[in-house]
């Protein structure tokens, strides 16, 4: 990967994190995005760039700086708690437009600066409800799904400008983010304890995944060493799918 263009959303914390992270130790040349500027103020060996990837015109202009793109891994995504019937047609499209919105303009103008020399594109989709179902997860589901459409969208029509598109579905990972629902539901619960025991017993490893176990995939799938590989995606969850 060295010298190699790298674009990593949501690279301030968590998953987005450890890839821009990694990429960075395999010796390419990362461009961390994310829309929060503190979670980008600690970055080392990378460029940090503050955006928000459902804004079009925002993104088109961050492009338009790059020469090509070697690498992408998108990994914008909202959480939305809840049936079907608990989610407003706001709700819905907010989270349409954070998670799926946004890997449509970020894929778009990606490919735009692969297609002369080709790259590899990795999205971060999910187990939860794309996959599996799980409970309250409805809209979350949805849009991971979309993403998993998208993928293999991408992979069939850029074959033959040697761009592959792959997705991987983490189980779920102690993350920031994650932290944040397990407070919410402990507010439920009345025992942030017990909540996150509950993100935990759903396991089968009785564990919670890391973000740099989740990167490992990420890299390779990014890397040269995965060449013949398109089109699919890799579920990481601790053995919730066997």
Same mark, same amino acid.
């Given at each position: 990967?060295?010298?190699?263009?790298?674009?990593?959303?949501?690279a301030?914390?968590g998953i987005?994190?450890a890839?821009?992270?990694?990429?960075?130790k395999?010796?390419?040349n990362?461009y961390?995005?994310?829309?929060?500027?503190?979670?980008?103020?600690?970055v080392?060996g990378?460029?940090p760039?503050?955006?928000?990837?459902?804004?079009?015109?925002?993104l088109?202009e961050?492009f338009a700086?790059l020469?090509?793109v070697d690498?992408l891994v998108?990994?914008v995504g909202?959480?939305?708690?809840?049936?079907i019937?608990?989610?407003?047609?706001?709700?819905?499209?907010?989270?349409?437009?954070?998670?799926?919105d946004?890997?449509y303009?970020?894929?778009r103008?990606?490919?735009?600066?692969?297609?002369? =020399?080709g #790259?590899? $594109?990795?999205?971060?989709? %999910? *187990?939860?409800?794309?996959?599996?179902?799980f409970p309250? /997860?409805a809209?979350y589901g949805?849009a =991971?799904? #979309?993403? $998993?459409?998208l993928?293999? %969208? *991408?992979?069939?029509?850029?074959?033959?400008?040697?761009? /592959?598109?792959?997705?991987v579905?983490?189980?779920t990972t102690?993350?920031?983010?994650?932290?944040?629902?397990?407070?919410?539901?402990?507010k439920t619960?009345g025992?942030?304890?017990?909540?996150?025991?509950?993100?935990?017993d759903?396991q089968p490893?009785g564990?919670l995944?890391?973000?740099?176990?989740i990167a490992?995939?990420?890299?390779?799938?990014?890397?040269d060493?995965?060449?013949?590989?398109?089109?699919?995606?890799?579920?990481?969850?601790?053995?919730?799918?066997?």
């Amino acid at each position: 990967m060295k010298n190699k263009i790298a674009v990593v959303t949501a690279a301030g914390q968590g998953i987005g994190r450890a890839v821009a992270e990694g990429l960075v130790k395999q010796g390419a040349n990362v461009y961390a995005l994310d829309i929060n500027p503190d979670t980008l103020k600690d970055v080392v060996g990378m460029t940090p760039y503050v955006i928000d990837c459902t804004e079009e015109d925002a993104l088109k202009e961050f492009f338009a700086t790059l020469p090509h793109v070697d690498i992408l891994v998108h990994g914008v995504g909202y959480v939305h708690h809840g049936t079907i019937e608990d989610c407003d047609p706001k709700e819905w499209r907010n989270s349409m437009n954070i998670t799926l919105d946004s890997t449509y303009f970020v894929l778009r103008e990606t490919v735009t600066k692969m297609k002369d =020399k080709g #790259g590899s $594109i990795v999205n971060i989709a %999910s *187990i939860c409800s794309s996959i599996k179902g799980f409970p309250n /997860r409805a809209a979350y589901g949805a849009a =991971k799904g #979309g993403v $998993i459409g998208l993928t293999k %969208s *991408i992979a069939i029509d850029y074959l033959s400008n040697n761009i /592959r598109c792959n997705a991987v579905c983490p189980g779920t990972t102690q993350t920031p983010s994650l932290d944040e629902r397990i407070e919410e539901l402990g507010k439920t619960l009345g025992d942030v304890e017990t909540a996150r025991q509950a993100f935990i017993d759903r396991q089968p490893m009785g564990r919670l995944g890391t973000p740099e176990e989740i990167a490992s995939m990420i890299i390779y799938l990014a890397s040269d060493e995965s060449s013949y590989v398109t089109g699919q995606t890799f579920n990481i969850d601790g053995g919730t799918m066997i």
